[in-house]
């Protein structure tokens, strides 16, 4: 089993930069993909970034591409997701996942496909 811990949320400006960390524990971290989610009141959980557990390919979705970059430090247990030119539409609890690394990318787009979730961490992005 795999636990884990976000941090690095908060209150910022729109264009600001913010960093999360997702910080792992209790199996082998290097065994498994990384994905960020994100929720906001009353919507859906949406799917913004993944990354394969070497660190070799990753993947975002439509709304944050270009603006979010995730990258992973196997060494340290650890999961990052670099948030520039934040939007006020970004504000949302954002979630760190851990899944099965598999040969087909589609799967990392699914929140169903991960088996261990952190509790969160707030980012509210202001105009």
């Known amino acids: 089993q795999v636990q884990l811990v976000e941090s690095g949320g908060g209150l910022v400006q729109a264009g600001d930069s913010l960093r999360l960390s997702c910080a792992a524990s209790?199996?082998?971290?290097?065994?498994?993909?990384m994905g960020w989610f994100r929720q906001a009141p009353g919507k859906e959980r949406e799917f913004v970034a993944a990354?394969?557990?070497?660190?070799?390919?990753?993947y975002y979705g439509d709304s944050v591409k270009g603006r979010f970059t995730i990258s992973r430090d196997n060494a340290k247990n650890t999961v990052y997701l670099q948030m520039n030119s934040l939007k006020p539409e970004d504000t949302a609890v954002y979630y760190c996942?851990?899944?099965?690394?598999?040969?087909?990318?589609?799967?990392?787009?699914?929140?169903?496909?991960?088996?261990?979730w952190g509790q969160g961490t707030q980012v509210t992005v202001s105009s």
């Open positions: 209790g199996r082998t971290f290097s065994s498994y993909a």
């Open positions: 996942a851990a899944g099965p690394s598999l040969y087909s990318s589609t799967v990392y787009y699914r929140a169903g496909h991960y088996d261990y």
């Open positions: 990354i394969t557990r070497s660190g070799g390919s990753t």
